[in-house]
Structures are given as C-alpha cells and as structure tokens.
C-alpha cells in the first residue's frame, strides 16, 4: 500500500492498485463477509458498506458502486476494534528512570504519536489512554480529533493518586520525587476530591486512579489496598456528579472489592478477585478490563529480562501468572468485561494478542471480539457512534484474512483499516 492520502487532505491512497480518495467522498467496501453486529453473532456475505462523510450510511446487498471501490471479497470485516487500557507514552523497559529525567511533555507526545500510530495499524480504532504524562496524551487526542496527525480516537485520563501509592513517583530520592509529583496526588478524602476536580478542568474524559498497589511501582508495598474508603468514595461521587467515569486499577482483593462498593466503573487487572467480588461487579455493573497481555509480559519479564528493579520482579512474578484464572472466574461468575491490554507494559501494536490470551482464560473466540466492540464501546460511553458497523455511525473498521469466530490470532495482523471513513497506511 503506497500512501498519498493523508487524512482530511484532499489527496488519495493506492490501496490493491485502486486510489482512494478524500474520506469526504463516497466510498463503497465491497465484502465478503462481515460481522457487522458482534451483539447478534451473525456473519453477513456478499455484501456492500457505502460509507459518505466518514459515517457508514447502509449496508447493501451484493457488490454495487461506482467510483471509490475497495475489493476486500476476500476478506473478513469487523467494526474497529477498541482497547480500554493503554499508556500511549512509551514501553517499559531499561530506559525508563533516566527518561524520566531527560524528555519533555514534547518528547512525550511524539512517542505517543508514534505508539498510537501502530495501535491504528493494529486495527485498534478507539483507545482509552490510562497514565503518562497528561498534557502530551491530551494534545495528541486533541490533534488526533482535529485532523492535524494520524492515531485513534483516544479516550484520555487524568490519573489521581495517593501519597506513596501506585499512582505517585517512586524508587527515586525525596527531592526527585518532589520535583515530579503529579500536582493530583492527594491524601484524605476532601484533596482527592480536589484532585478529580482539577484533572477534570485540566482536560481529563476519564478518572483513572489506583485503589491498590501496582506491579510496575518501584516500590516493595505489595499490592493490597492503599487508597482509603473515604478517599475512593469522594473520588467517585466527585467525578460522577461532573460527568465522568472512574477506571480503577486493583489487583488485591481487599482493594478491589472497597473500589466497587465506592461505585468505580470499571476495576483494571481485578488480579485477586474473589467470590465476593463478583457478586459485587455483578450488582454494580462494574465492567472488568482483564489486561491479560501485561500479566504474560511481566511474568516473561521477571524470568528473562535484566532491567527489572527487584520490587517490581517479585510482584510481577507472583501477580503476572494468576491473571488468566481471575479473568476465568470473572467470566464463570457473569461479569462484564470490556478488552483491555495495558499496552506500554506490553508493546504497542502487539495489542490483538490480547485475543488469544482471553481465549485462553475461557472465552469464545466471538465473546472475545464483543469485548473490543460492542462492550467496549458501552463500557466507553461510545457506543452510539462505534461497536458496530450499521447506519448512522461511525466508519471504523477492519479487515483480516481468514476465519477469527474460527481463530482468534488472525487477529493479530490487520489488512486493512479504517478510520472515520479514512484508509489507513498499514507501512511506516
């Protein structure tokens, strides 16, 4: 695929010898099967997606249309895929405390750029970005929106924290950590109101805060419950009254279970969830984001790589393996689960592997694609315009070869994307 359209621009993409043009004009995708709606599970053939001004406008029988026709017979069609969980920012690895030192919000954004690029490639569509360096993720978002770079529709956080737990800084001396402290951590319930408040008017679609300890938290604090009772219900009832949800990172079960009473949208990891949880999420509607790539990334980490602090080694390999059974038990128990990888721990593009792992932990090949369309999508608050491809929304899309209701790793590699009506360059 040569790329000669870039976005809005008025120019055009060879895509199978074929140019396609300006996502203002009309474009027909001709199909040989789609999966148009995961809810119903119903495999169209034969089939045409007309899509005009970046919107799908109908579905029609057969192969019609004149001008802009894409020939994707041979292909398999689904809505764009979306991942609840990611860290645009960067990857974890060696380099991390020193780049902490040496790279600007600046710098920030171009990697985040650059990561999100290949999310898109990945047939990731829509993500919620979860962490990093707020003010570089919210330019990007915006960016990204207004047409001016390439990347995902991203659903951007702001990260609300308490004193020395998972969302602070740790491993460095009290100056260093006094330098880079987020302006949002707080202790006691009254500031972690204030600090919903403040990510909110600094940007923030989403709250995303650590009732419990975490994995990558250089820090031998465990990773049971840190954030109080009184502190995780101000946060909540703050956000909520304001509009926005609460992502809730939580691998102890004590965290997990006082999060969900405080009425949190959604519990990332959910690692040491137990019967009491379940029936909990169940009640609450609290959707689960399994995350299963970064617990099979730290435990292959902890074993083989040289760049773990020893805090974070021993977590990763007591939390890392026990991730596919508490997605197991969710799912045994009737929890809501909306497709969430953690990218960042993992590497980005490397997200449809998430796929596998879920099969992995019990789920239908088709249960596994709901989680990153239709239930991503309501669990986002999307779903009136994603999840899905019918009339009316929007044209995100992709397309593999083979079977995935057969074989979730097709998955894994996309050949062909697009976005709002937009071909995507799957080439650097």
């Not at 954004?109 to 993720?137: H, S, Y």
């Not at 880079?180 to 923030?204: E, Y």
């Not at 020893?310 to 689960?337: H, L, Q």
Request: proline residues 3%; aromatic residues 6%; charged residues 20%.
């Amino acid at each position: 695929m040569k790329f000669i359209k870039y976005l809005g621009v008025c120019a055009c993409l060879m895509f199978a010898g074929q140019a396609v043009c300006a996502a203002d004009d009309t474009i027909y995708l001709q199909v040989g099967r789609v999966l148009a709606d995961p809810e119903n599970g119903k495999v169209l053939e034969d089939k045409t997606i007309v899509v005009t001004d970046g919107k799908i406008t109908s579905i029609e029988d057969g192969f019609v249309g004149e001008g802009t026709v894409i020939d994707l017979k041979d292909k398999f069609i689904l809505p764009g895929f979306m991942d609840s969980h990611v860290h645009l920012y960067g990857v974890a690895g060696k380099s991390d405390e020193l780049d902490a030192f040496k790279k600007t919000d600046s710098d920030y954004t171009f990697d985040a750029m650059l990561n999100g690029q290949k999310t898109l490639r990945a047939g990731f569509t829509t993500v919620a970005d979860l962490g990093g360096p707020t003010e570089a993720i919210y330019a990007l978002r915006d960016a990204i929106k207004a047409g001016k770079v390439q990347g995902p529709h991203i659903i951007a956080s702001g990260g609300v924290g308490v004193h020395g737990g998972h969302g602070d800084i740790n491993g460095f001396i009290p100056d260093v950590i006094a330098a880079f402290r987020s302006p949002l951590v707080c202790t006691g319930a009254d500031k972690c109101a204030q600090s919903v408040r403040m990510a909110i008017q600094n940007g923030a679609d989403v709250i995303k805060i650590a009732s419990t300890g975490g994995v990558m938290s250089n820090t031998a604090t465990g990773v049971g419950q840190q954030m109080t009772d009184a502190e995780l219900e101000a946060i909540v009832t703050t956000a909520h009254r304001l509009g926005r949800q609460v992502a809730c990172h939580a691998h102890g079960t004590d965290g997990i279970n006082a999060a969900v009473k405080a009425g949190v949208d959604s519990i990332e990891h959910g690692s040491y969830l137990d019967g009491e949880s379940i029936k909990l999420m169940k009640k609450n509607g609290t959707y689960l984001v399994p995350t299963l790539l970064a617990g099979a990334t730290v435990t292959l980490a902890a074993a083989e790589s040289d760049w773990m602090p020893d805090a974070v080694r021993a977590k990763a390999k007591t939390v890392g393996p026990i991730m596919v059974a508490a997605a197991s038990r969710a799912r045994e128990g009737g929890v809501k689960f909306a497709f969430g990888t953690d990218s960042g721990v993992s590497e980005h593009g490397d997200n449809g592997k998430e796929f596998a792992l879920m099969v992995k932990a019990g789920f239908s090949p088709l249960d596994t694609i709901r989680s990153a369309t239709v239930w991503a999508a309501k669990h986002l608050g999307v779903d009136a315009q994603s999840g899905s491809l019918v009339a009316g929304k929007v044209a995100d899309l992709v397309a593999v070869n083979g079977n995935p209701l057969e074989d979730v790793t097709v998955l894994e590699k996309m050949a062909f994307v697009m976005k709002s009506g937009a071909v995507v360059p799957m080439e650097d």
